[in-house]
């Protein structure tokens, strides 16, 4: 079971709204190599898993996985605050907004709704553990394409720490193969 | 927010921080004694901290103790603690 606490797992505090960077943003939300991709690939795959340290590393890192769901969300919220709909239009929200307006919706930057056919979950420890190794990197190379995207410090501060995160959780999940 | 809630609750983030890392961290080495030494440590520090954050500013986590309002309902959620 999980217990809610009301705090993020690290402070977001975005001064400047930028619609445009909420849309790159947001494909770390609900894209391909997304925290809601991660959270379930790894809380879906422990059930599989016939060593106590792998189930442990999947059930704590997916479970973090979903403090970054939270925090990618506060991210998107607070650079979504208070446009005008001159805003909107010229950076190039309006194709979200007329959808969600400033709800938060998991999508790629593309568009496309999130799905779980970015995720695996095979029944085999080797082939998933694999999976979770590539997917930190994927998650990895997108906060990388996020910087070069976008200059605020704010946000790049809260993105910086995300990057770090899969570094580290890689490092993990190459232990936990390495750990049978 | 006023700023010492601001740097009790970064107080709690950090140790809250320590104790996830070291718990993954011990996942894949759980005979390893200096980390659960630090996992410990950090744990004790995060319940003071949070014992202290709590007794002045409210639930961290919806919880019991004395109260005449469920105040887990205001504002701000995390997410509105904006700069």
Do not use: C
């Not at chain 1, 391909?32 to 898993?49: D, F, I, S, V, W």
């Not at chain 1, 997916?62 to 919220?77: C, R």
């Not at chain 2, 954050?53 to 019991?64: D, H, P, Q, T």
């Amino acid at each position: 079971m999980w217990q809610y606490e009301k705090r993020l797992i690290r402070p977001v505090k975005v001064q400047r709204p930028d619609p445009a960077a909420a849309m790159v943003i947001m494909s770390q939300l609900g894209g391909p190599h997304g925290e809601l991709g991660a959270a379930t690939r790894y809380l879906n795959q422990r059930y599989a898993m016939p060593y106590g340290e792998v189930a442990g590393i999947l059930t704590d890192v997916g479970t973090e996985e979903l403090a970054h769901v939270e925090m990618v969300s506060a991210i998107l919220y607070q650079l979504t605050r208070n446009l005008t709909v001159q805003e909107i239009k010229e950076k190039g929200f309006d194709q979200y907004f007329v959808d969600h307006t400033t709800g938060i919706y998991p999508q790629a930057a593309s568009g496309v709704p999130f799905s779980v056919e970015t995720l695996a979950s095979t029944g085999d420890v080797l082939a998933d553990l694999h999976e979770d190794l590539a997917a930190e990197q994927k998650a990895r190379m997108s906060y990388d394409n996020i910087l070069r995207l976008v200059d605020d410090p704010d946000v790049r501060d809260a993105i910086k720490f995300l990057r770090e995160r899969e570094i580290v959780h890689f490092q993990r999940f190459g232990e936990a193969k390495q750990s049978q | 927010m006023e700023a010492n809630k601001k740097r009790l609750l970064q107080k709690v983030q950090q140790y809250e921080f320590a104790v996830i890392e070291a718990n993954e961290y011990l996942d894949t080495h759980p005979d390893d004694q200096e980390a659960i030494r630090y996992f410990q440590n950090a744990s004790r520090h995060l319940q003071q901290q949070l014992a202290a954050y709590e007794e002045k500013y409210g639930k961290i986590a919806a919880g019991e103790g004395e109260m005449t309002r469920w105040a887990w309902v205001d504002e701000p959620w995390p997410w509105q603690m904006e700069g």
